[in-house]
């Protein structure tokens, strides 16, 4: 069974809606705040689902647009964190929270309960992380649904 990743309308696709589901189950962790994100809600901010790579980043890259606007460069995080990265590099963002008193240990534990391998982002490596972080979130959709048929995601044409 195939899940298209690829997010093809203007609102947030349903499997995107899903994995942003899944990674605030599985324990996903605040940017800036350090907060748990399925506790985001309680205290007044709203969940935005942020690109991991940023629009204007990626297309300043020549990055296609099926590759950064599908769930695999989307993760939760609260709104005011979300306006904080803006539409940089992830290394020049990390490297802002960084400055602002998270340590970098702190910053790879946080990427890593996203799903995503930091060395990637600190190196700005689209493609290393991709590949990465869509093998990762294939086996959570695989574990959420505990089927012996397994899923995967691919990405479909969505010009």
């Not at 399925?38 to 205290?43: C, E, K």
């Not at 007044?44 to 950064?68: L, M, N, T, V, W």
């Not at 790879?108 to 490596?125: A, K, Q, V």
Request: hydrophobic fraction near 35%.
């Amino acid at each position: 069974m195939a899940l298209d990743c690829s997010k093809c309308d203007g609102g947030m696709a349903r499997s995107t809606e899903a994995s942003v589901a899944l990674l605030r189950r599985h324990g996903a962790i605040d940017f800036a705040t350090g907060e748990l994100l399925s506790d985001v809600g309680a205290f007044g901010d709203s969940i935005d689902s942020h690109h991991i790579f940023p629009i204007a980043y990626c297309r300043s890259q020549g990055i296609e647009i099926e590759k950064y606007n599908c769930l695999v460069n989307r993760t939760p995080l609260s709104a005011s964190t979300n306006r904080v990265i803006g539409g940089k590099a992830p290394s020049v963002y990390l490297t802002k929270l960084e400055e602002q008193g998270i340590s970098r240990r702190r910053l790879n534990t946080i990427l890593r309960s996203h799903l995503i391998e930091p060395d990637f982002l600190w190196r700005d490596d689209f493609e290393g992380f991709f590949r990465a972080r869509m093998q990762a979130l294939t086996q959570l959709v695989n574990q959420a649904i505990g089927s012996n048929e397994s899923v995967s995601l691919e990405l479909r044409n969505c010009k």
